[in-house]
T-cell receptor
Framework: DADVTQTPRNRITKTGKRIMLECSQT?????MYWYRQDPGLGLRLIYYSFDVKDINKGEISDGYSVSRQAQAKFSLSLESAIPNQTALYFC????????????FGPGTRLTVL | AQSVTQLGSHVSVSEGALVLLRCNYS??????LFWYVQYPNQGLQLLLK??????LVKGINGFEAEFKKSETSFHLTKPSAHMSDAAEYFC?????????????FGQGTILTVHP
């Protein structure tokens, strides 16, 4: 089984809809991250969480919110989706004792029509 | 603040040829530097990382990178390309010396390997 899983893997939605992307991990890592990937722009950090009670905004948090339900689960929500949120979204985990080595999930491809 | 520039969004080589993917960084503090690889329809995998120890870093699959402070570079090389190396490669930088995994990624370089 994969250590970092993301659901759904693909999602098509309409402008204005609320959508949640979920990330689960079995690695026992305390840190989790959400990134979006756009062609030619690399990955950009949306939110990150160092533990269940610690959530921080990344460089592009506007239009997104997150919830850290447990150490193993970190969800990303789009309250009212818009077309320019069409992208590939990645969740990543990191062990505090091994900083900066991040382990990525397989990604969720989101299309907002 | 830190940033990463990858020179060349696409690189094409023949199988068996040298692979050279270029990465330049800027950082206000001594950086940690990384190369990640993304195969089609997969997440990113760590190839190698520099964390202020040896300047020549060896990674998986025969890749290596050299940290050159004077040139603010961290180029990725492999002596002989294999078809399986075809993927997108990302260079990333993080403020060094902190347990603070906030990576800044470059825009990526797509490597194509021709038979």
């Amino acid at each position: 089984d994969a250590d970092v899983t993301q659901t759904p893997r693909n999602r098509i939605t309409k402008t204005g809809k609320r959508i949640m992307l979920e990330c689960s991990q079995t690695k026992g890592h305390d840190r989790m991250y959400w990134y979006r990937q756009d062609p030619g722009l690399g990955l950009r950090l949306i939110y990150y969480s160092f533990d269940v009670k610690d959530i921080n905004k990344g460089e592009i948090s506007d239009g997104y919110s997150v919830s850290r339900q447990a150490q193993a689960k970190f969800s990303l929500s789009l309250e009212s989706a818009i077309p320019n949120q069409t992208a590939l979204y990645f969740c990543a985990t990191e062990l505090a004792g091994d900083p900066d080595t991040q382990y990525f999930g397989p990604g969720t491809r989101l299309t907002v029509l | 603040a830190q940033s990463v520039t990858q020179l060349g969004s696409h690189v094409s080589v023949s199988e068996g040829a040298l692979v050279l993917l270029r990465c330049n960084y800027s950082s206000s503090v001594p950086p940690y530097l990384f190369w990640y690889v993304q195969y089609p329809n997969q997440g990113l995998q760590l190839l190698l990382k520099y964390t202020s120890a040896a300047t020549l870093v060896k990674g998986i699959n025969g890749f290596e990178a050299e940290f050159k402070k004077s040139e603010t570079s961290f180029h990725l090389t492999k002596p002989s390309a294999h078809m399986s190396d075809a993927a997108e490669y990302f260079c990333a930088v993080c403020p060094g010396g902190t347990s603070y995994g906030k990576l800044t990624f470059g825009q990526g370089t797509i490597l194509t390997v021709h038979p």
